[in-house]
Structure formats: structure tokens, C-alpha cells
């Protein structure tokens, strides 16, 4: 149980990040632009995290192989 929440941990950090900056944030072009990067970038890291589940890793190590959700019909570059 605190693997998993653990694992998530990332995702939370971000969140709160992202709560910080609406509430305390400057709110220029940059700023604006910042948020909406952020807002479609979010949602497909989260997705991306519960699909790999246990093979999700900061670093490039092969686990084992995906076989389900978008990385199972990505295939990696064999150069």
C-alpha cells in the first residue's frame, strides 16, 4: 500500500505545484502559457503512469513487456 501511494507521489507534488501557481501565480502570456501546458500534459502523464503500472520507471529498465494501453503498440527504436 505505501508503494502505491508512494508512486504517485510525483503526480501529487504536481498538483499542488500547479494549485500554488493559480493561487499565488503572476498571470502574464508566459504564465498563461505555462498552465496550459501544464493542463494537457497532466491528464497524458497520469494516463501514461496507470497503463504502465508496475513498469513505469525513472530510469530505462526493462521490467517486463507491456502488453496493454497506448506503450504496448509504441514500439521502441531498435537502432
Known sequence: MVKRI??????VACVLLVATAVRFGPRTTV?????LVTA????LWVIA???LGTAFSGRP???HLVTRGLYAKIRPDSS
Open 6 to 11: 508512494l508512486r504517485w507521489t510525483d503526480v
Open 31 to 35: 504564465w498563461y502559457a505555462g498552465l
Open 40 to 43: 494537457v500534459s497532466l491528464p
Open 49 to 51: 503512469r496507470g497503463q
Open 61 to 63: 529498465v526493462a521490467r
